[in-house]
């Protein structure tokens, strides 16, 4: 059975001993893996980037989960809008990438996994894409969170692309739970997707190495919406 490296989330929560720093992921994304025939493995931040190659050897393949921002210093940009980020999981983050691809180890990046690629491999990020009048509307404080899990808009991906092979379709239908997206996308990354405001929602890599990167959260869908990219990844994996 395929072992699938998946990122973790670090912050603040509440506990028995108080608010206490924890590397954890939302149940959603092991029960995907799970779901498609792969077994996973939360890969703990806080590690050196100089460990991640040991990491990636480990693992058949890696998901690169949402969480906070990237820290713009990654991407040689001032600050303007972020929240949450943490500049010690970026550099951890960004060496497993790179990692991954000296290995040619598999990479499905969802949401700020997608952004992870893109920086990693040398693209820049735009820290607000919230916009009434755009696709992604603001997620304001005091959100109600089934309103946010409800919130969709269509992705238009590109005819004889990865994507639209996996989900039979030139157009889809994804949750938008995300105030970043990609500016520039570097030379090694191809768009697979787009939203109706033209902000870049899918991306591969250009060459052989497996690396797929989405916007939305197929692991907060329906499992029929759910499975298709992560059988995918297993067909991937178990491909060779």
């Known amino acids: 059975m395929p072992l699938v490296g998946l990122t973790a989330w670090r912050g603040e929560f509440p506990t028995y ?4 720093t924890l590397d954890t992921l939302e149940t959603t994304y092991s029960q995907a893996v799970i779901a498609a025939g792969m077994s996973p493995l939360i890969i703990p931040n806080g ?3 100089e460990s991640a190659p040991e990491v990636v050897a480990r693992v058949d393949c890696l998901v690169l989960t949402g969480g906070s921002d990237i820290d713009p210093e990654m991407y040689g940009n001032a600050r303007r809008r972020v929240e949450e980020d943490d500049i010690e999981v970026d550099r951890f983050e960004v060496a497993l990438v790179r990692a991954a691809r000296s290995a040619n180890t598999p990479v499905l990046a969802i949401c700020r996994g997608l952004q992870l690629l893109n920086v990693a491999l040398g ?3 735009n820290q607000d894409v919230a916009s009434p009048e ?3 509307e603001p997620i304001e404080d005091g959100y109600d969170p089934e309103e946010l899990e409800r919130r969709r808009h269509p992705v238009l991906l590109t005819t004889h692309g990865i994507l639209s092979r996996v989900y039979g379709s030139t157009e889809i239908k ?3 739970m995300h105030h970043q997206g990609i500016e520039t996308l570097p030379d090694d990354l191809i768009a697979e997707g787009h939203a109706p405001d033209g902000l870049i929602e ?6 052989s190495w497996w690396a797929v990167g989405i916007q939305w959260h197929p692991e907060r869908l329906p499992a029929d919406e759910r499975d298709p990219i992560f059988t995918e990844l297993r067909q991937v ?4």
């Open 174 to 176: 994804v949750n938008s």
């Open 202 to 207: 899918a991306a591969r890599y250009r060459g």
């Open 17 to 20: 001993a108080g608010p206490q």
């Open 123 to 125: 693209g820049t990020l």
């Open 237 to 240: 994996v178990t491909a060779g």
């Open 134 to 136: 755009t696709a992604h």
């Open 47 to 49: 590690q050196a980037p």
